[in-house]
Each structure stands twice: as structure tokens, then as C-alpha cells.
């Protein structure tokens, strides 16, 4: 086998000096060959150069979306990595100063539950310590705390050994009271400047959990299942007003209704309108409600 020689030019640094050769490889070992030049990383700091040579240059700003160390990285994490880690070189390549500090996503329904698992426990048992199986909130949190950095190493490692360049001895962590404290500041900010307004929205609820549930959480393994659901048809009765006139002509007299379909029956406590649609014909028929025998008025789609 050919030997093999490497050499790079750091010109990626203002006013390049040296050129900085590697040793000479008489029997070429990938795997020795990536730890050998982990190690010069290390030894001579060269990330941490690339971004201190360049105080005072113009700066390209960098957040890194934080994995959660609950769980073993997988090679998708390998790849979002390599695409972030691509910008930072290129920018930094151009000459601007790119910080890249590390961090780590505490926060979360699924270390809760995966706690709560280990400990064969429910939300019922915490804040209990007293009763059987119960446990404090002190002792609860500390758990979660351990769990959600219980592979911390295994990330260190595929960050250092894949070259995803970021400052992992000064991570964020956002369990810690000084991020949440810094959340909340920045909220107020944005409550102060008039950005924040007060919204109505239906959320999916855990009734277990005791908690409304995200899209991300809704989106987790074994969360969806095939069921066979029955759906409803619900009568909103009209009331007549000179809108309704114009619309549907004098109702007076009759029990008139609107006719709606919903696969999601219980949203109906929540509704505020009804919505039409602009270019589907409807029509008036005249029937009996199927529970009472009384005569009513009912409007739904033509086609139906």
C-alpha cells in the first residue's frame, strides 16, 4: 500500500503563516487516522481558534436545536448534524466569527413519562411522598433530571468523532433556572413591545398525563392506532333574524335546523360558527326528527 502524506492549509485563519503537515502513514488505518487528528484538534485547539482569531469580525449567529441525551443518538441525528456543522465551516471560511455553543433539551412529556415508567408510578403518586409509592417533587425532578442526561457521553463522543464542531464544555441546559429565568425575560419583552396577544385554540389533552400535548408528542411511536369511530350528525337549530330571511326566506313556524357531520364530536362544546361552502347548493327539506316524530326543517348539501 502507498504511503500516505496530509497537509493542510489553514487559510480559513487571517494572515496565514505556517502550513501544518501531518505525519506520514506507512500502513493507512482510517480508523487510527480520525483519532490521530481528533487528538491534534484537541491538542492545539483548533476549533476553538477558527473562532477566536476572528474577534471583531463580522459575525455569523449560530443556534444549535439541542438533542435530548434521554435517548441513544441515531444516524439521522448524524446527518442534521454534518448539514449545520456545513454552514458554520463555510461561514467561518468567509471570514466571519461563528460561536456554536452546545446545548441540551430537558423539557418534555416524554422524560416525564419515561420516569414515571422506570419508577412504576403516576402523575397521582408525585407530590405524595406520604402515601404508598408516592414520591416528592424534589425526589421526582431530580429523577427526570438524571434521565434526561443519561447518555450524555454517547453524544459527546459521536459529536467529537464525526467533527460536528461546537462547544460542548459550555452547554445550555434548559433545566437550568438561569435559561428558564432567561425565557421569561425575553417573554416579558415581547409582552411589553404589544407582541404577545391572548388566543383561543382546541388542543389534544392527556387525561392521564394531566397535560395538553404537542404535535411533536402526537407524533411519537405508538401514538396512533387504526380505530373504527362512529361519527355524529349534529342539528344547529336556526334562529330567525333578518339575516336568515335573506338567506333562507321566512322561517317562522318551522323547526329549522343545519345539519352538520363532524368526526370529532367532542370539539362541539367549543364550537363558535358554522362554516358554508361558497360554491356547494343547498337545500331546505322538510322531514321528522327521528327521535321525536315532530315535524322539522332541515339544510344540508344537495348532493346529499
Known amino acids: 500500500m502507498r504511503s500516505a502524506q496530509f497537509s493542510v492549509s489553514l487559510r480559513s485563519i ?8 501531518y505525519k506520514e502513514y506507512k500502513n493507512l488505518n482510517y ?15 483548533v476549533f476553538e481558534q477558527s473562532v477566536d482569531t476572528r474577534e471583531g469580525q463580522p459575525t455569523f ?24 456543522d456545513i454552514f458554520c465551516r463555510y461561514k467561518t471560511l468567509q471570514g466571519f466569527q461563528v460561536k456554536r ?26 407530590g405524595k411522598p406520604e402515601s404508598e409509592g408516592g414520591i416528592s417533587i424534589e425526589d421526582y425532578n431530580q429523577k ?3 434521565a434526561v442526561m443519561k447518555f450524555t457521553d454517547l453524544w459527546n463522543d459521536l459529536t467529537e ?3 460536528y464542531w461546537v462547544d460542548l464544555d459550555n452547554p445550555y441546559v434548559t433545566y437550568q433556572s438561569e435559561y428558564i429565568e432567561s425565557v421569561w ?23 392521564k398525563a394531566g397535560t395538553g400535548l404537542s404535535s411533536h408528542e402526537l407524533n411519537m411511536p405508538g401514538t396512533y392506532k387504526d380505530l373504527k369511530d362512529t361519527t355524529i350528525v349534529a342539528m344547529f337549530k336556526i334562529k330567525p333574524s333578518n339575516q336568515t330571511l335573506q338567506v333562507f326566506g321566512d322561517l317562522q313556524g318551522l323547526n329549522a335546523y343545519i345539519l352538520a357531520w363532524t368526526t370529532t364530536p367532542w370539539t362541539l362544546p367549543s364550537n363558535t360558527a358554522l362554516t358554508v361552502g361558497p360554491k356547494i347548493d343547498y337545500v331546505l327539506v322538510k322531514t321528522f326528527n327521528q327521535y321525536t316524530y315532530l315535524p322539522i326543517t ?3 348539501a344537495k348532493n346529499l
Open 298 to 300: 332541515v339544510v344540508l
Open 185 to 207: 425575560q425575553l417573554l416579558k419583552r415581547l409582552y411589553d413591545k404589544g407582541l404577545l396577544y391572548k388566543g383561543y385554540t382546541i388542543q389534544p389533552y392527556s387525561p
Open 161 to 163: 468523532k464525526m467533527g
Open 61 to 84: 449567529t449560530f443556534y444549535e436545536g439541542p438533542p435530548s441525551a434521554n435517548g441513544k443518538p441515531g444516524i439521522h441525528h448524524v446527518m442534521a448534524r454534518a448539514i449545520k
Open 14 to 21: 487571517p494572515n496565514p503563516s505556517t502550513i501544518v503537515s
Open 144 to 146: 427526570c433530571r438524571e
Open 101 to 126: 455553543k452546545g446545548g441540551w433539551d430537558t423539557h418534555g412529556l416524554p422524560i416525564e413519562l419515561q420516569v414515571e415508567k422506570e419508577l412504576g408510578i403516576t402523575k397521582d403518586h408525585i
Open 31 to 45: 480508523a487510527q487516522v480520525g483519532d490521530d487528528i481528533l487528538a491534534f484538534w484537541k491538542a492545539n485547539r
